[in-house]
């Protein structure tokens, strides 16, 4: 059964913690085990809710009495706030609170600088909000708050931010961060190679544009509020709801049922929560603040670019020597905070290598804050790392693929230790060049100026172990249902259908004889954020826990009713099995259930520690086959294979569509999005979705997911890994690499923009190179 | 990205929007509205802010009808997109223009958008749509595009706007020959496509020579026995996004060689671009790689690139190759 | 300038609604603001997403991009009309066995707009139900699944149909 262990820690500064050690022994689900719901596919359990809009998000609350609220952006990307009136904002009929520096209580947010701050560091800063009867008339006051500004000098990129002279963004110049990691001796690793890779790469700023925008809708009840968020993180947001407003966190409720995409975006608490609950205080009425698109491109997080110079070096076998690389990313305006943006990681980790030193630097920059993306800075890093192995292989004639099995290893080499799974990463070799048809001669059109190549990349991800805390609540009713509770949230991944389908696993019921809750800070217990693809493997032990305990009451139960000793016992299908007699003489739980109300079996499972001896990551490839019509520049994807390991697969069917969806926003990455900020204003000129272009359906191949599937019995006792992030960290450099095959052009920087291929092909036309 | 109040009304007649729109203070100060798939984004990004608007869709003197007419194709100025797309007598007669309509927008934008807005929409230069940012098409004093991200603008501007004309349509009609229609409080009267659209000077901050107080009524194509057309696009997505840039050509053979050439480019000016210099390259040759490459080369002559659009002088040219060559296999 | 209303009469769903709009209201406001019918989504407001996709008089169109008043008279159909009897549309039930959404945020204008497609054209190709929602961003990349679910939709729809032809008959 469970154990709790606490244990007292005094900093140096006197504060005392608590460290709290608990979890349930569980037997890991091995290879072996007969499992009847995890690993079969299964359709969401909130499908119904989201094709009948009937889903509530965020957006879709309507309370009695309920404002709508907006946000005035600064139109400058540094300048001091000299002055601001909402004299007329709030006389305006039909506008009930205003807020903004003239009257904003002094609350803290990032680093230095405050929820309505004198200094404006990006275009997109809040500098007032309104809330009013109906967006219109929202809008109509936002046009009628007076503020004037003295423009600053700014930076809006790595370069104009750490030229000399440079104005300095925060206290202390622009420099936030500076991580430095080294093994061995990179220059004689070097000196060794017999060919090297020398470049400087670059990635673009990409924005998440989830959907549903960023937004709450809060409710005050006496000193008790209520926030609707969208959100990856409800007691996040209860957290810091309660520390921004001085509540305690009792006082604050955060439900969350359903969100309209996150993508990382939405795993901090951002400004226009505590806005809303701050106008909703003062109006007395509840308040709707949703941001609108140019909000969400401009304020809510971003994906750093990155300046890479990546020298690599191998020896005439393909054993790489060296990786060295230089990291700049531009965090923008400020540090958001949230998972961290560790370009440098896959550099240390993805290949064998005695020699490795990397250097990232997070560069401020005056534009909106970048915050998490899907695999931040692993993405970022597969697109320079995968390039240069790439050319490697090109240089010593090698099949890239035999490159990089050349370089395999099965051990954390940063933490010096193995994986948890040490053959994941071959496996996804495997499987993805299986399936692909990895070596075999493409098929090239008839006519010369359509030109097809292959590429493959590989990765790991730093995410997908999971962690304690999180806890999960079951309890079987007297009709022979199972509730599952927990303070976790279904970010649109499916999370919901997976952890149901691991609670009626362990308890021997069928899927629809248990009813799912998550997403509310008041009825459930703590889960953590959804982030580092973790949600799957922090929560799912936690629920086979309490499931487990349930189950073992229920069968203790179950003897007393049938009189037989409960070793003979079993559960399967909903019903109590005796050894040895026939299945049709099985017993319905809610025989035995009903039989003890209103007693009920309720238990807690808490998710234990993860082993301190083993590294745990997850592993993909892919591979991509692309046309390029070099006449017009043209890149057409014809297909992607994907292989990820992410141990046991609990629900085939949504970590299909979580790889398919990987893929997608990864050849929107690899070719067309990017955020383009006007050098002259530092205005963003794509704030919206018409010039940020995100993949249309038209734009997507098919894409296979080969599914890979061993369990992580080193993991955690359920064997599964998470699958959130990493479908999109190989795509575009596979997709890169493709093109170098097809026409033989080389791209360093992303994205593969129509104008960038155009160029390229036209420059060696130039140098008489065939067109 | 809402809007500022406006009034709106629906006249009886075309007489009355007229005679509305010559009583107007300003141009902006009173709009047409019909399908407003442009005009309602430029009132919600704060370009314009009209205090009236008048539906076109249900009066008398206005249609979406499509017919043939004394030789000539000509569909009304409320016909949508959607009825261009799919319509049987464009597909016969013009399949280029069906093409154009095809590989415009989307299919709910195009079952709403007008041919008449269309063809009158406003550019989609984002310093232009961007309210913050004086530009000269919006009454500022210079056009930031010039010394800007300017990878999506104009290699032939004869004005002080480098932004592109967004219409496909439009791109053809001029390589048809085609005629706008229009009235205002002096009469009708007709005006070739190449005289309709016209780059924008310091008397004239818009893309054509519609009067205030006109409106656009039809559109006529001139039926050349023979002559065939292509419409080619570039995008940078396969779906939903306006030209990098486009080509639209058509001739007819006669005893085997061009005649009635036209070449036409969107995506390069702030009007569809017709390029004399490729027709008469063309004109009186046969079709062949060689005289293709030449009128393309002769199309280009004159582009002058900006800084970040240069990848477009080869993605025409090349794009000026392949329409011809499809007009050659029509 | 005032703030003057306008009474505009919908049909929404089958069901007459009058409002008191302004002008400047659009339909997507109305819908989700006035109405309560919130299904239908507000995402880029700019018609460059297609998340409020309904159809009117039959045909899908972007209802950010549509005034409320210059809807009078016409029908509405958003995504809380679909479905008969308390079944599920045909697309609705596609949608949920072909797995084609995540987040579920751009679903009901996606399920919109193939309603729009298969009312005028039962049978259609895969290419016609590939451009039929090339005006639906989806972020969460489920594409391939929505024109998985497209193909079954198709088939649900015919067997749909024949059951109420049945009905009809009988």
Redesign the interface.
Known sequence: MSTWQVERQEGEDGEVTLSVAEGTPLSPWDAGAALRIVGTPRTRLEGVEKVTGSAQYAYDVRLAGQLYAGILRSPHPHARLTRVDTTAAAALPGVHAVISLADAPDIDWYDDSKLFDPTLRFAGDEVAAVAAEDEDIVADALRLVVAEYEPLPFAIDIVAALAPGATPIHEGGNVESEKTYERGDVEAGLRAADVTFDRVLTTQTAIHHSLEPHGCTVAWEGEGVTVWESTQSIFDVRQQVAEKLGLGESQVRVIKQHMGGGFGSKQIVWKQTVIAALLAKRSGRPVQLMLDREGESLAVGNRNPTRQRLRLGATADGTLTAIDVTIHQAIGAHSAGGEGSNTAGLYQTLYACPNVRTSQTGVYTNTGPAVAFRAPGYVEAAFALETGMDDLARQLGMDPLALRLTNYTGDDQSKEMPFSQPDGLRACYEKATVAFGWGETIEQPAESHRRRGVGIAAHHWVGGAGDPPGYAWVKLNPDGRADIITGTQDIGTGTRTGLAMVAAEELGFTLDQVTFHLGDTALGPYAPVSSGSATMATIGPAIRAAAAEAKAELLAAAAAFLEEPVERLSVRDGLIRVAGEPEDRATPVAAVTGSMSPHMIQTQGARGGNPEDVSIQTFGVQCAEVEVDTRTGEVTILRVVAAHDCGRIINPTTVDSQVIGGVTQGIGFALTEERVVDAATGIVLNANLEEYKVPTVSDIPGIQNVHVGIPDLKANPTGSKGIGEPPLIPTAPAIANAVFDAVGVRFYDLPLSRSRVVDALAARERQGMPA | ????????AQPESLADVIAALGAAPSRDAVRP?AG??DL??L???DIVAP?R?L?L?RLTGLDDTVEIRDNELVLGALTTL?AIETGSLVGEHCPALAKAASLA?????R??ATLGGNLLQRP?C??FR?H??PCWLKGGDAC?AR???N?LHALFADSPCVAVHPSDLATVLLAMDATVTVRGDAGERAIAAGDFFVQPDEGRRRENTLGGDEVVLSVAIPLIPGRTSAYHK????????FA?VSAACSFRLDGGVMRDVRVVLGGVAPIPWRSTAAEAALDGERPGADVFARAAAAALAGAEPLR????K???AR??V??ALEEVTRA | MGRHRHTVTLTINGETHDLAVEPRRTLLDALRDDVSLTGTKKVCDMGNCGACTVLVEGQAMYSCLLLAVDCQGLSVTTIEGLGHDGQLDPIQRAFIEADAFQCGFCTPGQVMSLRGLLDATPSPSDEQIERAVTGNLCRCGAYLHIIDAGRRAVVLDREAKEVRDVHVAG
Do not use: C, S
């Open positions: 990205m809402t809007m500022r109040t406006f009034a709106y509205l407003g798939t309602l984004t009132m919600k990004g205090d608007l539906d869709k959607t927008a989307t299919p709910q934008l079952n709403r989609r984002w310093y961007e913050l940012i930031p010394e800007g991200e990878g570039a995008m940078d997505r396969k779906a939903w996004a990098l970040h659009n240069g990848y002088v080869h993605l090349n794009l190759i392949e």
